[in-house]
C-alpha cells in the first residue's frame, strides 16, 4: 500500500530547499548578510544530489514495495547525517578570505530540509516498528557523523559555532546550572509529591485541597510567579543573613527553583496518587492470602506496579522544567535561557540559538531516556 506521508513530506521538502536561502553570508556578526539560494549556495552538482534524494524518496514512498522501508531509511539516515557537508560546501565557495569577521548563518532552507527529513525519518521507524535500541543507534550516528564534520574544522565559520568558540566556558557553566535547576526541581517535587500522594490515599477529606492547591499553582503564569517570589524572598533574605551566605535572594537561582517546583507539583502529584489507587483489588487480595502485610504489600506489589505511571509522570515534569528553567533566566537564574534574552538584546540570532538549541536537545534527551525506563518497568505477562 502506498505511502501518503513520505511523498507530501518529500515533496514539501524539495519545494522549500529550492524557494527558500539555504545560507546567509554575512559580513560581520551585526550587519544583515546575503542570501544565497540552494543552487547558489552549494552549486549545480550539490543541487543535483539534493534534488535527486528527495525524488527518490518521493518515488520510492510510492512503489508497491514490501521492504522499501528499509532503502528509504538508509537514504533519509544517510542524508541527515551527511547535511552539515552542504554547510562546509557553501562556506568555501562565497566566504571572502580577506574578510576575518565575515561568517555563515543557517538559512530557512537548511532548517526546513533539517526538520522535513527528521520527520521523514520518524515516519519511517513508525511503518517499520522499530525498537528504541534501532532508533537510539540511528540517532548515535547522524550525532556522531555531525561531530566528526564539526571537528574538521570546515564549518568554523558557522555563526552558531563562532558564538560558541567565544564563550566555551560560559556555555559550561550555562549548562551545569541548566540541568541543576531542571533535575533538582524535578527531584524535590518528586519527594513531595510522593508524600502528598501519600496524605491523599489515607486521608480522603484532604484530596480536595492539596489537588485544588496544586492545580491552583500550575494556572499561575510563570514569569507571575518569578515576580511574585521577588519581594518575600527579599524580605527574608533582608532580616536573615544567613540566607544571603547561602545565596538566597530576591532574584537568582533560589525564587527560580522554588517556582519550578510549585510548577511540577501537579504533574507529579497526580500521576502517583492514580497509579498507587488504580492497581487492582484483588492483587492485593492475592498478596493478603500468601500472608503480606500492608507494608510488605506496597513497597513488593503496589509500589513496582505503579512505577511506570510515576516514571511518566517524572517524564512530563522534566521536559516542562527543562523548558521553563530558559525563562527563569530573566530574574537572574543562569542556564541557557541566558544565551537566549542576551541574543534577543542584542539582536543575534546565533546567540538565541546557542541557548534554544542545547535547551530542546535536553529535554528530546530526557523524553527518550525517561521513556525507555517507562517501558522497562512495565510488568512482563507471566507465560503458561
Known amino acids: 500500500m502506498p505511502n501518503r506521508v513520505l511523498p507530501v513530506l518529500g515533496c514539501l521538502a524539495l519545494a522549500l530547499v529550492w524557494l527558500l536561502d539555504l545560507g546567509v553570508i554575512q559580513p560581520n556578526r551585526i550587519v544583515p548578510g546575503t542570501g ?17 534524494v528527495l525524488a527518490g524518496c518521493v518515488l520510492l514512498s510510492f512503489l508497491p514495495l514490501r521492504r522499501r ?3 528509504l531509511l538508509g537514504l533519509v539516515g544517510l542524508s541527515l547525517a551527511l547535511l552539515p557537508l552542504l554547510f562546509e560546501v557553501f562556506a568555501g565557495r562565497h566566504l571572502p578570505e580577506d574578510a576575518p569577521y565575515a561568517r555563515s548563518s543557517i538559512g530557512a532552507g537548511f532548517w526546513c530540509l533539517l526538520f522535513l527529513l527528521s520527520l521523514m525519518l520518524i515516519e519511517i521507524l513508525g511503518r517499520l516498528g522499530s525498537g528504541r535500541g534501532l532508533q537510539l543507534m540511528i540517532l548515535a550516528v547522524i550525532v556522531g557523523s555531525w561531530l566528526w ?14 558564538e560558541f568558540n567565544a564563550r566555551p566556558d560560559k556555555f559550561e557553566q550555562a549548562l551545569w546550572t541548566h540541568l541543576a535547576l531542571a533535575f533538582g526541581a524535578v527531584g524535590i517535587s518528586a519527594g513531595l509529591a510522593f508524600l502528598l500522594a501519600l496524605k491523599m490515599i489515607r486521608s480522603v477529606a484532604w484530596r480536595r485541597p492539596i489537588l485544588g492547591a496544586v492545580s491552583f499553582l500550575q494556572t499561575i503564569p510563570s514569569l507571575a510567579v518569578f515576580g511574585l517570589l521577588i519581594a518575600p ?11 544571603q551566605a547561602m545565596g538566597i535572594r530576591g532574584i537568582g537561582w533560589a ?5 519550578l517546583v510549585a510548577y511540577s507539583l501537579l504533574p507529579m502529584v497526580r500521576n502517583t496518587f492514580v497509579a498507587l489507587t488504580e492497581v487492582p483489588e484483588s492483587l492485593a487480595d492475592a498478596g493478603r492470602g500468601m500472608g503480606m502485610n500492608e507494608r510488605q504489600l506496597f513497597f513488593k506489589l503496589k509500589l513496582p506496579l505503579a512505577l511506570p505511571v510515576i516514571v511518566e509522570g517524572v517524564r512530563i515534569t ?46 528530546l534527551l530526557a523524553d527518550a531516556l525517561l521513556t525507555m525506563l517507562a517501558a522497562s518497568l512495565k510488568p512482563t505477562p507471566a507465560t503458561a
Open 36 to 52: 544565497h539560494g540552494l543552487l547558489s549556495a552549494v552549486g549545480g552538482l550539490w543541487a543535483g544530489l539534493v534534488s535527486l
Open 255 to 259: 525564587p527560580a527553583l522554588l517556582a
Open 318 to 363: 522534566t521536559i516542562q522544567a527543562i523548558g521553563l528553567t530558559a525563562v527563569a533566566a530573566l530574574i537572574g537564574a543562569g542556564g541557557f535561557g541566558s544565551f537566549i534574552f542576551q541574543g534577543l538584546g542584542q539582536a543575534a540570532m546565533d546567540l538565541v540559538l546557542l541557548g534554544a538549541l542545547p535547551t530542546i536537545a535536553l529535554a
Open 149 to 162: 564534520i564539526l571537528r574538521g574544522g570546515g564549518l568554523e565559520s558557522l555563526s552558531l559555532v563562532r
Open 233 to 243: 524572598l527579599s524580605a527574608l533574605a533582608a532580616a536573615f543573613p544567613a540566607l
Open 69 to 71: 522501508y528499509l532503502p
